[in-house]
């Protein structure tokens, strides 16, 4: 977002709450930042308001935006903010927290209307285009983002720099409604969920299952290339071992725990990489068989709110493809490249445009973090460094580090132009400390080794749910649940077909022969509809021919051909994973 447009974006959130101040006068403000797409602000209304009333209070924006000019700056003491601001015990709870934090208080006055503000805002409102925003829903938020806080009610805006800006985010919106991956799995069964088994705990039908394994083959066979091994690991670890690790300490809120009969205390794994540092520990290492790559895809789970599951994107189950490399400081930089080669592939396959974070620590909350300051600075030099040799688009997320090291995260657009945080790669010199990982070099010298931590769909549910929007449910031959639909034109073709459709079998493909009754119209119309990559329809003529017609999913009517070449055709783009 350019500093303008976050301009704009903020002055029209102070121009909402003035609004509802005028429809509502007693409703107490809470914040009102710009955000990606626009704006919004938190509000504590003494009566419920709605969707209903979006429309009433936009058209008393537009009516006070007519008046408002600039926007007048005054410095204040933290006494004279309360004077004006002791109403409203949000507003106070601001003040305070920047009074003691030395910052300077300041407060934006436009027309009627003064707000608590850092400030931000456009120089004149004839800067902001009145066709280039509107408001868009209401919904529920905690004050401070904390579930033991009040409720409040926010309500969003769309802003952009131009009206044309705005109708192009509301077409790319409706699209994406149309792609949602929840309206999509339900349509083509991929997925479901069950009120007797929870929310955020995904059943993935046959259909999703043959995706999730032909995604998960494939990040395999690109990691065997790289000399990775497979590992298995149990679901539940003693307390010990995730105490060791920090995550006992730091994760507390997010594990499933259990206590045994006996009294003892196990967790449900939240994540893999101490077990796998169990397995690397077993036996003694020197400089000639490192680096060790474990790789494995297995489920892992994490206590979240309820508040926060939605979809496939957040879950309490989650399939991660996991691999940790142990390795020495001197292979750091060739094994990163391996990974993200991997990671170059799989994305480039389905053509996602990507760019990297360095998610690096915060200095200000060092406390959040394991491993000395020096760790640290070592670590995240050398991730730069190895961004700038690979000539990457990169950018710094100050903040973002993973609480044992710094990491690689992979932000990948997608077709309606949205950017997804996808895999990642993560640079650890915190659990070799604490679980006294080491190799022997050749000086015959103990030699404290590094961690690599690689996830490169990330998780296959999140993956899932980002790719089945990306391709509007259209996936590749090779990824397909159904390739081939093989549609009789009446009843007297059907033994025809199932030759055809046992032929295709026998060459790996995956085949839905129809001889059910019902006419051949509705049963290419399904076809489509469950976007099978290619419709093959037996009739009289194709039999007479001893051919097939072929309609394709993309390119439309293929027209007659013989099996063979069907076939070949279809060897050829599944094996290229076009």
């Not at 799995?185 to 479901?192: E, H, P, S, V």
């Not at 088994?197 to 993935?204: N, Q």
């Not at 892992?300 to 979809?311: I, K, T």
Request: one cysteine or more.
């Amino acid at each position: 977002m350019d500093d303008k447009l976050k301009k704009i974006r903020h002055s029209l959130a102070h121009l909402l709450g003035a609004a509802v101040l005028e429809l509502w006068p007693d409703t107490k403000l809470a914040i009102g930042p710009a955000v990606d797409n626009g704006f919004y602000y938190d509000f504590d209304f003494a009566k419920p308001v709605t969707d209903k009333d979006l429309g009433k209070i936009e058209q008393k924006m537009r009516e006070i935006f007519k008046s408002w000019k600039d926007f007048k700056k005054t410095d204040v003491t933290e006494g004279e903010a309360k004077k004006i601001f002791g109403h409203n015990p949000y507003k106070t709870e601001l003040i305070e927290e920047h009074a003691k934090a030395g910052d300077k208080l300041t407060t934006y006055t436009s027309g009627e209307f003064t707000d608590f503000c850092a400030g931000g805002h456009v120089e004149n409102m004839k800067d902001v285009e009145k066709d280039a925003w509107k408001l868009s829903r209401v919904a529920g938020a905690y004050w401070r983002g904390d579930e033991k806080n009040k409720m409040l009610t926010r309500i969003y805006g769309l802003a952009f720099a131009t009206k044309a800006d705005l109708e192009k985010y509301e077409t790319m919106i409706a699209e994406a409604e149309k792609r949602d991956h929840r309206k999509l799995g339900k349509d083509l069964d991929l997925f479901t969920f069950s009120p007797l088994v929870g929310p955020g705990l995904p059943l993935w039908t046959p259909k999703g299952t043959i995706l999730r394994n032909e995604l998960d083959n494939f990040v395999w066979s690109l990691r065997e290339a790289k000399g990775f091994q497979k590992v298995t690991i149990p679901h539940l670890t003693k307390k010990e071992l995730y105490e060791t690790s920090g995550h006992w300490e730091k994760f507390a809120d997010s594990l499933f725990k259990i206590t045994t009969r006996e009294g003892k205390e196990y967790a449900v794994k939240p994540m893999n990489c101490p077990h796998h540092t169990q397995i690397f520990a077993r036996m003694p290492h020197t400089y000639k068989n490192m680096p060790q790559r474990f790789a494995e895809t297995t489920m892992v789970y994490r206590d979240e709110q309820s508040g926060e599951l939605g979809g496939l994107t957040r879950v309490l189950s989650i399939t991660q493809d996991d691999a940790h490399i142990f390795c020495r400081h001197n292979q750091i930089r060739d094994e990163f490249n391996g990974i993200w080669d991997i990671i170059d592939r799989l994305y480039g396959t389905f053509g996602f445009e990507l760019r990297v974070r360095l998610s690096f620590h915060d200095p200000k909350h060092a406390e959040k973090y394991l491993g000395t300051k020096e760790i640290w600075q070592n670590a995240e030099r050398e991730l730069e460094a190895m961004a700038k040799a690979r000539g990457a688009k990169y950018f710094l997320g100050i903040g973002e580090a993973a609480m044992y090291g710094p990491k690689l995260d992979f932000m990948a657009m997608d077709s309606l132009g949205r950017e997804h945080q996808v895999a990642t790669i993560q640079l650890d010199m915190n659990l070799p400390e604490r679980f006294d990982l080491s190799c022997v070099n050749e000086k015959g010298e103990k030699e404290r080794i590094v961690m690599l931590h690689c996830a490169i769909m990330g998780s296959i549910e999140r993956f899932s749910a980002v790719l089945i929007e990306h391709l509007s449910g259209n996936f590749p031959l090779w990824l397909a649940p159904v390739q081939v639909k093989i549609v009789p034109v009446r009843d007297t073709h059907n033994e025809h077909a199932e030759k055809i459709a046992a032929e295709l079998s026998a060459a790996g493909f995956r085949i839905d022969c129809d001889t059910s009754d019902g006419n051949m119209g509705k049963k290419i119309r399904d076809a489509k509809n469950n976007k099978i990559p290619y419709t093959v329809i037996i009739g009289d003529k194709d039999i007479e021919a001893g051919k097939i017609s072929v309609e394709s999913r993309d390119k439309g009517q293929l027209g007659q051909m013989p099996l063979a070449e069907f076939l070949e055709k279809m060897e050829k783009e599944r094996k290229e994973k076009r």
